[in-house]
């Protein structure tokens, strides 16, 4: 069992991670790692859930994690901005234009720069860059892909656009299958295939298997380079106690078969993407599943994965960081873990 140097304070050298995220999960994780002053950090954030409305370009979760990453989130709902104002919304209702996507005022600044650049020739990678340098964040943000991928959702009322499911409909509606129209053309960015290269740990946020986690592994190569990583890949689960943390995961765990428990998601990895989850963060109200999850071959940290507040956020961060320091990747062994 080899041991893996994941340094413990800023003494040394840094220690790389990559974090592949999804919206508020993925933020509050990535956030967590920020705030450990030794961490150098990437962030590849799927860009399926992107809209274009009232001719902006929208990358959601890209915003909820430069939001996050710049301590301006709203608290409550864990996307757009906190102190936002309302006035352009409630002119769009007067005006009778489509508001069942609630953009903040300031919110809208972000699109109307980001919609600018694009048609300048910006690629979203420039852009995240852009914004996130003028937002004060040191991270790397990464959009998955330069070119767009649409995440759409079959239901019994057929195919749907991933927000007009999500938002419009509350995700109210089973999903029956999901999709990535366009990911077969498009392909991860040369800074996040470096990413993942140059990772010392990559950790997959406790993000939305099928639609966000989904998403960024559905882009042509992806799995591939997390396979041939030299890093450990610890993820952690958004299922605690059979329950989403936030979201629709556990629905669609029923609905697109499996089981909604931290099991399940060991299994979705595991069947999905053999051998590229080396171990998985549990809460420790699913400690009773650890055997079941390392008889998967994937090793298992029970720790409080509930990230109610900034502590919560920096201690699951480094309890992945010394969980993956433990890991030799692609053996799904851990040693003295529990
Ligand atoms: N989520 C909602 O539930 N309702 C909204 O009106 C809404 C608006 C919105 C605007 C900007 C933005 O960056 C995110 C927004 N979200 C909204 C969140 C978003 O739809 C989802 O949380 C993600 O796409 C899933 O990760």
Redesign the pocket.
Known sequence: MTERPVPRDAAGWAAKVTVLA???GGAKLAHGFSLLPEVDLSVVV?TG?DLELHGLA????V??VLYTLAGLANPE????LRDETWSAHAMLERYGAPT?????DR?IATHLVRTSRLAAGATPTDVTRELAASLGIRARLLPMADRPVRTRVRTSAGWLE??AW??AR?HADDALEVRFDGAADARPTDAVLDAVRSADVIAIAP??PF??IGTILALPGMAAALLDATAPVVAVSPIVAGAALK?PADRMFESLGGESSALGVARHYAGRYPGLVDGLAIDVADRSLADRIEDLGIAVLVAPTVMRDDGDRARLARDLLDFAGRLTPGTGRASGIR
């Open positions: 999804g919206g508020v799927n859930d929208i990358s959601p979760d915003d909820t709902t864990g996307w757009g069942w996507f609630r953009l903040g919110d991933f927000q999500f938002v509350q993000s939305n639609v966000s979201g």
